[in-house]
């Protein structure tokens, strides 16, 4: 058996007991570089010992040959279900699969367990399918970035979550990000795409093309990275292309891969970047997922998104830890960071689908115009930059004034009468934390606990300046 990390140890053996209780579908979500592959390998190798079968799908057929190598590492004996692929054996216990082909050709092998890969994408059609064919099956879905509108209660009846990210960043296992977004692009003029939920491409690229963001890509890249090596995250093949030339203008040497280029030509690449040889790889979006680059110190975000599950994995390609980094940097150029926020407050997986969109509170985010250091806004640190020590008074205060129209907004959502009972009770909860010498933090979790975050975030403010005024007059 692999040597587990504790994390790793903890969620194989909770999937083990939701199998052993009963529950067939067990969804894990691991963050980006946790190591969600040698989890379920091992899920595998019982499938073996038994004497049963499994398959395990990804989505492409790509990335048929990115899992197989996979697996062979983890020790999985394995066939791949696809035409004449070198390691096809049908009587291997476990088939790894495409989606595709399943779909397209009606093929359910027999299968025990069901193992999905980058479960966020389970929504489609071809999924929809395969998972109907499995009505009997245990499933293990797998995801670092497990959210989708629909939900997953079609594949998933509880989540494990051994570990967060911030956590795994804690204790060494993930590279530290440190966030930078020396662009402010304006977006206002591009339009969301009502099929992908995301910036309308063509727009996008027209907005991009007339910015700054070219200059100002390389020019960073040059001042911050200082040649270490990078991906760059294009909006389309075009930009890409654009990038990769005045990196080389610039003499920073790049190439540019994409869907059409060779497998062994992106392999090529990536080895060129590791020694050095070449310092950036410009992309759009083949380099996202199942990719393993893990000196890799650089993320460049010259593509803006609205896709929370793009942005992680695009910073994910950076976050492995090795024995010379355990740093890297995200140079973002689109308002990314501040769209999305940290990589180390990650959102939690609902499986229930949306009934409703609800506003959501992100943290307030903070760009140094020194150094570009971009932070998390918090009113007690004062005004300076904790990277670089100069003043960030202008923007925090621009923070502050949002912050208090936005909580305003929210609370004309209420109505006054479910607000003023709500209010009450969170007066017993400070009455109660002042009277038992408890923090404030207690307070929020109380009101979460009974009203639901959005509200414990919308009167987050007045909670702490009543609590305050209330500690302040106790006696003892």
């Known amino acids: 058996m692999t040597?587990?990390?504790?994390?790793?140890?903890?969620?194989?053996?909770?999937?083990?007991?939701?199998?052993?209780?009963?529950?067939?579908?067990?969804?894990?979500?691991?963050?980006?570089?946790?190591?969600?592959?040698?989890?379920?390998?091992?899920?595998?190798?019982?499938?073996i010992a038994k004497g049963r079968k499994a398959i395990m799908v990804v989505r492409?057929?790509?990335?048929?040959?990115?899992?197989s190598q996979r697996l062979f590492r983890e020790n999985v004996p394995h066939g791949c279900l696809q035409g004449t692929h070198w390691n096809?054996?049908?009587n291997a216990p476990i088939q790894l699969c495409s989606v595709d082909t399943l779909y397209r050709r009606k093929l359910a092998p027999k299968a025990d367990l069901v193992v999905i890969d980058e479960t966020h994408y389970a929504n489609s059609d071809s999924f929809l399918w395969v998972i109907s064919q499995y009505p009997d099956a245990y499933f293990l879905p797998v995801s670092a970035t497990p959210h989708h509108k629909k939900g997953f209660r079609h594949v998933a009846d509880v989540v494990v979550h051994p570990i967060s990210t911030s956590e795994l960043i804690e204790q060494g296992y993930l590279s530290k990000p440190r966030y930078f977004a020396p662009t402010t692009l304006d977006l206002t003029s591009v339009k969301v795409d009502s099929s992908t939920k995301d910036y309308n491409v063509a727009q996008a690229a027209e907005v991009l093309l007339g910015s700054t963001v070219y200059g100002d890509v390389v020019?960073?890249?040059k001042a911050m990275s200082n040649?270490?090596?990078?991906?760059?995250?294009?909006?389309?093949?075009?930009?890409?292309?654009?990038?990769r030339d005045r990196f080389i203008a610039a003499g920073v040497p790049a190439v540019h891969v994409e869907a059409d280029t060779s497998r062994g030509d992106r392999d090529d690449a990536i080895a060129r970047l590791k020694s050095g040889e070449i310092k950036v790889i410009c992309n759009v979006g083949i380099l996202t997922t199942g990719v393993d680059i893990p000196f890799l110190e650089t993320v460049i975000l010259a593509r803006p998104t609205k896709s929370y599950n793009l942005y992680v994995q695009m910073c994910g390609r950076g976050s492995r830890v090795t024995d010379?980094?355990?740093?890297?940097?995200?140079?973002?150029?689109?308002?990314?960071?501040?769209?999305?926020?940290?990589?180390?407050?990650?959102?939690?997986?609902?499986?229930e689908a949306e009934e409703k969109k609800v506003k959501e509170f992100k943290e307030r985010i903070v760009t140094c115009m020194n150094c570009y250091g971009t932070f998390a806004y918090k009113a007690e640190d004062g005004d300076a930059c904790p990277l670089c020590g100069e003043s960030c008074k202008r923007e925090r205060a621009?923070?502050?004034?949002k912050l208090k129209e936005e909580e305003a907004a929210v609370l004309k959502e209420l109505s006054v009468k479910e607000f003023a009972t709500k209010w009450q009770d969170v007066l017993l909860f400070i009455e109660r934390a002042v009277k038992n010498r408890n923090k404030c933090g207690m307070v929020y979790h109380l009101t979460k606990d009974k009203f639901g975050e959005d509200y414990a975030k919308s009167v987050w403010r007045a909670t702490k300046k009543e609590f305050n005024?209330?500690?302040?007059s106790a006696p003892g």
């Open 324 to 351: 010379t980094k355990n740093t890297f940097l995200i140079l973002d150029h689109t308002n990314n960071i501040h769209e999305h926020g940290f990589l180390e407050n990650e959102k939690p997986c609902d499986l």
């Open 88 to 90: 096809r054996n049908d």
């Open 469 to 472: 005024r209330r500690s302040q």
């Open 3 to 47: 040597d587990l990390r504790p994390y790793q140890q903890q969620a194989l053996d909770e999937i083990r007991v939701h199998y052993a209780n009963g529950i067939k579908r067990v969804l894990l979500h691991a963050a980006v570089g946790s190591g969600k592959t040698v989890v379920f390998s091992e899920v595998l190798k019982g499938v």
């Open 60 to 67: 492409g057929k790509d990335l048929i040959d990115q899992t």
């Open 398 to 401: 621009a923070i502050e004034s």
């Open 219 to 221: 020019s960073q890249y």
């Open 227 to 243: 040649d270490r090596p990078a991906i760059c995250f294009a909006i389309n093949i075009e930009h890409s292309k654009i990038l």
